[in-house]
């Protein structure tokens, strides 16, 4: 299952690995379609592919962790 998530992290995490911690944890694999980093703020839309169950752990795991994720739409690459 493929699911695309708009991700906004905060200062104090746009230097962590966290897609890649969530993603060896849940096993699921991130597709980095757009991103802009700043010194304040990083914003990503990626597409997360995994069971639907990891998917669910995954995304929640990035919420307690301070990242906000919304549903992607709009402009992204094909």
Do not use: H, Y
């Amino acid at each position: 299952m493929k699911r695309r998530v708009k991700l906004t992290f905060p200062q104090n995490l746009i230097k962590e690995p966290v897609i890649f911690t969530m993603a060896k944890k849940f096993d699921i694999m991130p597709n980095i379609r757009r991103a802009r980093v700043t010194e304040t703020v990083g914003e990503m839309v990626v597409e997360l592919e995994g069971s639907e169950e990891n998917l669910e752990k995954g995304i929640e795991s990035l919420r307690q962790n301070g990242v906000e994720v919304d549903a992607a739409e709009g402009d992204i690459v094909e």
